[in-house]
């Protein structure tokens, strides 16, 4: 376990007897400006990774996620989207070396590992493989200023005209630019009220970005005044709602969900959605509390790889991710219930709108409702309805690298990959 964030838990809890191996305590973090490039132990949290860089140079930056609690280990493995993924791919498609230690205690780095099983820890889920003790990554260059802004619109027909157009545009804009849709709701008085939020990060100055946004999105009206230019860290700080604060926040591993239960689900959108779509969302959300669907733009540097470079294959072809989730605060078998109810009936809502023949998830928004193993004896035919969902064609592949590291099947959860002879 690096961080603690994995969606079902799996890093921490199981229904049998299990062995949880902590690494909060690697978490050293080397960068080498020379080579641009960085040694980081598993343990680390982004928000560590990302204080570090910020302290060492004000022009490097690392791709990986938002939430600066999440732990690198779990996040590179499992590919790891982010602000400028557009720009320099996944977490994982930036890594040049790792340290892992096999089910026999050796440890084992690229050379000798070979690069079956290097392929495979990059976005396959490494904990099927082994324990990864650290990463090399290459870092990113970013200017000394970018720019951010944040759009912020009520739900109803001139929003569903804007979330429809950004569909058709967001994963082929300039990849300095990325723009995401977040969806949720708030009570405004007694009445509860669906807004879209387009949250936004730009490599360059307000003055490149304007030109080009009227240019390329000119419904959203953007104006100067709207926009702020700060240093990539501090772009970090905006994404999580914190600007302002002091930087160490990011050096706090508990910023959690304020004790909140939560129940999530992902897809892949490779046509734009209809807009009557969007309608039914907001009626469905006006059900819950804490609704929220999260549009991530692709295209860019991730289209650019091959779907088998790694493991990760929702490249090109794909418009954006979707993140659903769904919090509530009461533990109580029937709260739970009553919210994944929801969660499932909007997910089989989505289905004739995203990705099919498989249906795409993402290996970082785990979802046990794909399926789960059977323990030591789970076939590979059996984990195929969720592997597939996953990691699609890559999925044999991952299980052929597993039957020579770890034929036993030692390193397994409810969702690990089942070794194949």
């Not at 050293?28 to 132990?41: G, V």
């Not at 090399?136 to 802004?149: D, M, N, Q, S, Y």
């Not at 239960?261 to 969302?281: G, H, I, R, T």
Request: hydrophobic share 35%; aromatic share 12%.
């Amino acid at each position: 376990m690096s961080g603690g964030h994995d969606y079902e838990g799996l890093s921490y809890l199981s229904l049998s007897p299990f062995i949880i191996v902590d690494l909060v305590n690697l978490r050293s973090i080397n960068i080498n400006l020379t080579d641009e490039t960085a040694w980081i132990q598993s343990g680390a949290t982004l928000g560590e990774v990302y204080y570090k860089i910020a302290k060492t140079s004000k022009i490097h930056a690392f791709a990986a996620g938002i939430c600066p609690s999440v732990g690198v280990g779990g996040h590179i493995s499992g590919g790891g989207f982010g602000t400028i993924m557009r720009k320099y791919g996944l977490a994982s498609d930036n890594v040049v070396d790792a340290r892992l230690m096999d089910v026999n205690g050796k440890t084992l780095d690229r050379k000798t590992m070979g690069e079956d099983l290097f392929w495979a820890l990059r976005g396959g889920g490494a904990a099927s493989f082994g324990v990864v003790l650290s990463w090399k990554v290459k870092l990113a260059r970013v200017p000394e200023k970018v720019t951010c802004f944040i759009s912020q619109h009520p739900m109803g027909p001139s929003m569903n005209k804007l979330v429809h157009r950004w569909q058709s545009i967001g994963s082929e804009l300039d990849e300095d630019l990325f723009i995401r849709v977040i969806i949720d709701n708030s009570l405004e008085g007694n009445q509860r009220k669906v807004k879209s939020t387009f949250q936004t990060l730009f490599l360059g100055g307000i003055d490149r970005l304007i030109p080009l946004m009227n240019q390329k999105f000119p419904e959203l009206g953007l104006r100067s005044q709207d926009c702020s230019e700060m240093s990539w860290i501090e772009s970090i700080m905006f994404f999580n709602w914190r600007s302002g604060q002091p930087l160490e926040i990011l050096l706090n591993r508990d910023l959690r969900f304020e004790d909140q239960y939560f129940k999530a689900k992902s897809d892949y959108v490779q046509k734009p959605v209809p807009e009557n779509v969007f309608e039914e969302v907001t009626k469905r959300f006006l059900e819950q509390d804490t609704p929220l669907m999260i549009f991530e733009p692709l295209g860019g540097k991730i289209s650019k790889i091959s779907e088998t470079e790694s493991p990760y294959p929702h490249r090109r072809g794909n418009l954006y991710n979707i993140q659903y989730m769904v919090k509530w605060k009461v533990n109580e078998v029937e709260e739970m219930n009553k919210h994944v109810r929801w969660m499932r009936s909007l997910h089989d809502y989505m289905t004739p709108y995203v990705s099919k023949s498989p249906r795409g998830a993402y290996l970082n928004y785990r979802d046990l409702d794909l399926g789960s193993t059977k323990g030591i004896n789970t076939s590979f035919e059996d984990a195929r309805k969720w592997g597939e969902t996953y990691f699609k064609g890559n999925f044999k592949r991952l299980g052929l690298v597993k039957g020579k590291i770890d034929p036993t099947n030692f390193f397994r959860n409810e969702q690990s990959i089942p070794p194949l002879f």
